[in-house]
């Protein structure tokens, strides 16, 4: 082997071991961090604790004999001189009130589908689309418990459903269905009867269809003399067995939930707005803190919260869990451990003059790894939880983005 194959075989063997310790040095470089990628979260700013309701009630009663039919649904609005209900013999009418009442709700329907002006404007893609929108929002509803919405919206599915085979078969027709149906209401009205007795309402109201026996203790003007040990006391024991009960009328729209948080850290105060999330029900409703008093116990005060909405969900309870929500905040999620706090030169215009000043800045951010570099990003706060805290989405180009590789350890305050 001559002189210059041997400098060249001794300059590649150089290249390759250069490279491969460089390739080692990299690699262990890399493992010297450890590094979490910046993902999107939300947050609430809540608490939950076990909530009794408070209503101005009084019970509906009925001394005579006869099965009763009501005319208003639980949650429903009364005016003065509406009927609550009807009294019937037996069961037979009821039945057939029933009947006639489902029997109209199906003609809606059809007559609703075969309205010209919803043939025309349906393209068979949207339907498509719509129908399987509204068949998961009725499981969704299903597992949530949200009994309530699930019959409004199975009529929904069946117009649409209908509406897509008129679209796409036109020798589809609901003309003969509906005549049938118009002969069945006919047949079922030649057998109606008079009820024998009607109860009214003597005033604006709305109306729940059993009584819990609370109606008295629970009202609005003991508010001031609520314990911890009444609301540990009150259960959702449901209704009262005693026959001669209709139900009762509720005052106004306006109610009360009591409960007992630890507000040692003033989370909350007397008329701010927040938000209830309920067990029952998916709905949430606005409220505001009507009371808030400390108990002889520490870590344990007394809120009441007014709210002014009332559901056919609402006034099936008497006491359950709730959540009580101060805010609601999205954002970019980021560890405790990795924050970090660096002096950053700022320039800083003056809003009357226009004349700008630099000023140094110790700024809450974190460190970024982008390649081999490691960079600091500063952090815009919108919320802090107990192990990590929420940065704004779109703070700008020097603060933490989402997907960004946030070093959580082995970089110290000075970025080493």
């Known amino acids: 082997m001559n002189s210059a194959t041997s ?78 209900a009807e009294i019937y013999a037996d069961e037979s009418q009821i039945d057939v009130k029933q009947k006639i009442d489902d029997i109209n709700n199906q003609l ?12 025309e404007s349906a393209q068979p893609s949207n339907l498509a689309t719509l129908i399987d929108e509204k068949y998961r929002s009725i499981i969704s509803d299903r597992e949530s418990g949200n009994i309530e919405d699930i019959s409004s919206k199975r009529d929904e599915l069946a117009v649409l459903l209908s509406t897509y085979q008129l679209v796409t078969d036109s020798a589809s027709d609901f003309t003969k269905r509906m005549t049938d149906l118009n002969n069945q209401i006919a047949q079922l009205k030649s057998t109606e009867t008079v009820p ?20 008295e203790e629970l ?42 948080i630890d507000n040692r850290e003033a989370q909350f105060s007397l008329e701010e707005d927040v938000k209830l999330k309920f067990q029952s029900t998916s709905d949430t409703v606005e409220g505001t803190i009507f009371d808030i008093r400390d108990t002889k116990i520490p870590g344990q005060s007394i809120v009441i919260v007014k709210c002014d909405e009332l559901t056919y969900d609402l006034v099936q309870h008497r006491t359950e869990q709730v959540e009580m929500i101060k805010g609601e905040y ?16 700022e320039t800083v215009v003056d809003e009357e003059t226009g004349e700008k000043t630099t000023k140094t800045v110790n700024c809450k951010g974190v460190y970024v790894k982008l390649g081999e570099q490691i960079n600091f990003k500063k952090l815009d706060v919108v919320y802090e ?8 989405m779109n703070a700008g180009s020097d603060y933490v983005s989402l997907y960004d590789d946030i070093v959580v350890e082995g970089v110290d305050a000075d970025g080493n």
């Open 196 to 215: 024998l007795d009607s109860i009214v309402s003597d005033r604006s109201a709305y109306f729940v269809s059993y009584a819990d026996g609370y109606e």
């Open 385 to 392: 939880g107990n192990n990590y805290v929420l940065s704004s």
């Open 330 to 345: 999205e954002g970019i999620k980021v560890s405790r451990k990795a924050i970090r706090f660096k002096d950053i030169e």
């Open 108 to 119: 809606s329907i059809l007559k609703k589908i075969q309205n010209p002006g919803t043939i």
């Open 7 to 84: 400098r060249i075989l001794s300059v590649l063997l150089l290249i390759c071991i250069t490279t491969s310790l460089l390739s080692v040095i990299i690699h262990l470089n890399d493992e010297e961090y450890k590094t979490e990628t910046a993902t999107y979260a939300e947050a609430d700013d809540s608490v939950s604790f076990k909530a009794i309701y408070i209503r101005n009630e009084e019970v509906v009663r009925y001394s005579g004999n006869g099965v009763v039919s009501y005319e208003v649904p639980d949650g429903g609005k009364l005016g003065k001189g509406s009927v609550i």
């Open 219 to 260: 009202t609005m003007d003991k508010l001031s003399s609520i314990t911890p040990e009444l609301i540990g006391s009150v259960k959702d024991s449901g209704p009262v067995d005693e026959g001669n009960i209709v139900g009762k009328l509720i005052d106004g729209y306006e109610w009360y939930a009591a409960g007992i």
